[in-house]
């Protein structure tokens, strides 16, 4: 099976503008999860997608949406970008729960740098 | 709210000798433990994760975890490192449907 992928994986914006950064996840994964790491905050949960709607959410301010499509694709967006949000944004897709735990498969991530 | 920490920032070793990697979480009624590794550039891979049972958890590459739920501690070891595992190490713990993580370990093999 192929793995999660994302794109693009480098991404350079202004302050001000907006992104859209894409995952494709696993085939047969319908759960998609969206992660920020950055050198002081590390790894920060943004949001989950399951089935097209959202289903856990980080603490992040609402300029970070996203969405999920019926073949499970997501994408988020990042409009009226800081320079706080550059970061590597990276992807995880999911098929299986048990109780609590659910095995996340990641992607390689996509850079984002805000000018 | 679970939270995980990992004691070290950064780790030196020299190459064939073992290592430790440091992880703490917050205690809770049942908890589902992860370490994840990141190679340069990459994304994350799952190492190794505990669910239940045997408390001594035995993952790729050679290393291996120990739950201990008395100090609530998952440390990860391994006898002898390469210099193929330099890389960041991010302890994980499964809260609902999400995974919070450290804030990850620096592994730097000296030749």
């Known amino acids: 099976k192929a793995g999660v992928t994302q794109t693009p994986r480098y991404l350079i914006k202004t302050r001000g503008q907006q992104v859209t950064l894409s995952c494709s996840p696993i085939?047969?994964?319908?759960?998609v999860s969206w992660y920020q790491q950055t050198p002081g905050q590390g790894l920060q949960f943004l949001f989950e997608?399951?089935?097209?709607?959202?289903?856990n959410k980080g603490n992040f301010p609402g300029r970070f949406s996203g969405r999920q499509f019926s073949n499970s694709r997501s994408e988020m967006n990042v409009s009226t970008l800081e320079l706080g949000d550059s970061a590597l944004y990276l992807c995880?897709?999911?098929?299986?729960?048990?109780?609590?735990?659910?095995?996340?498969?990641f992607g390689p991530g996509t850079r984002l740098t805000v000018l | 709210a679970q939270s995980v920490t990992q004691l070290d920032s950064q780790v030196p070793v020299f190459e064939e000798a073992p290592v430790e990697l440091r992880c703490n979480y917050s205690?809770?009624?049942?908890?589902?433990l992860f370490w994840y590794v990141q190679y340069p550039n990459q994304g994350l891979q799952l190492l190794l994760k505990?669910?239940?049972?045997?408390?001594l958890v035995k993952g790729i590459n050679g290393f291996e975890a120990e739950f201990n739920k008395s100090q609530t501690s998952f440390h990860l070891r391994k006898p002898s490192v390469h210099i193929s595992d330099t890389a960041e190490y991010f302890c994980?713990?499964?809260?609902?449907?999400?995974?919070?993580f450290g804030k990850g370990t620096r592994l730097h093999i000296l030749p």
């Open positions: 995880a897709s999911s098929g299986q729960t048990i109780g609590s735990y659910n095995e996340q498969f």
């Open positions: 085939s047969g994964h319908r759960s």
């Open positions: 997608y399951f089935s097209e709607t959202q289903r």
């Open positions: 205690s809770s009624v049942s908890v589902y």
């Open positions: 505990y669910l239940s049972g045997s408390t």
């Open positions: 994980a713990v499964s809260e609902d449907d999400k995974i919070i």
